[in-house]
């Protein structure tokens, strides 16, 4: 039996010659898009139409002149605002616009940034020491630029103070003023919590930053290099020797 090589392989036989003119096949769009544009043959019901694109001369031309002018560019005649009068058509290579507007939207998802949100649980007779300690961690969080949750929560008959959760939020929120503002208030009660919501103030986390160095700056102060290259803590001589001590008190009398 002969082997009859497939069509799509390798031994197809090559086109001859340029693209042959005239409208590019219409893409089947996979995803059923209900905003898909309207190209070449499928741009119907219109007479005339309002024509633009590059190396075209802008105006209005009939349906079948800006098919043609299309089919001369071996480009696309795209149909861009359906609701004007009459409908404004592109002259485009409409493959090379859909790679584009993909490639657009990939590269802003993966730009997005991430918002992420960290929980703060008080009961409804919370102590100042686990207060405290609960909103140092809320305020690490906004400087970190995440959101946070705080919520009181009523376990059993503890609903009925619902009154302490209000004041308990109210404080947190005065509290964080500096870090992050709610973002509606009242506190919203759901179910046996007293949830609301924080975002970090702009410019927080640029003010953390802009104090880094100012920190190392005094560190370096503090310090100074001997010879055998470890820093040693720089002291006052007259800490440590009563003599030099006494010298000193001298000249200062001596100077008066």
């Known amino acids: 039996m002969a082997f009859t090589p497939h069509s799509g392989g390798p031994n197809r036989p090559k086109p001859s010659g340029a693209r042959p003119k005239g409208p590019r096949p219409t893409m089947q769009n996979n995803n059923n898009n209900k905003d ?33 002018i299309a089919e001369d560019l071996e480009l696309d005649l795209v149909e861009i605002s359906a609701s004007a009068n009459p409908p ?50 809320a305020k690490e969080f906004l400087q970190e630029g995440s959101k946070v949750k705080a919520y009181v929560f009523f376990k059993g008959r503890s609903i009925l103070f619902k009154d302490q959760g209000e004041v308990l939020l109210a404080r947190f929120t005065q509290d964080l003023q500096d870090f992050g503002k709610p973002d509606s208030y009242p506190p919203v009660l ?22 880094q160095p100012n920190q190392k700056a005094e560190k370096k102060q503090q310090t100074v290099e001997i010879k055998g290259g470890k820093p040693e803590v720089e002291r006052d001589v007259t800490e440590t020797n009563p003599l030099a001590a006494a010298l000193k008190d001298a000249g200062l009398k001596g100077e008066e």
Not at 190 to 211: H, N, T, W, Y
């Open 88 to 137: 404004v058509c592109k002259v485009m290579d409409y493959q090379k616009f859909c790679y584009q507007q993909k490639k657009k939207a990939k590269e802003a998802k993966a730009n997005a940034a991430k918002v992420v949100v960290k929980e703060i649980r008080f009961g409804p007779q919370t102590d100042d020491h686990d207060y405290e300690f609960k909103l140092r961690h």
């Open 190 to 211: 759901e179910g046996k919590r007293m949830i609301l919501m924080f975002s970090p103030k702009a410019g927080v986390k640029k003010e953390q930053k802009k104090d």
């Open 36 to 68: 898909e544009h309207r190209i070449n043959e499928r741009i119907r019901g219109v007479k005339e139409v309002r024509l633009v694109g590059d190396n075209v001369t802008m105006g209005i031309y009939t349906i079948q002149e800006a098919m043609r």
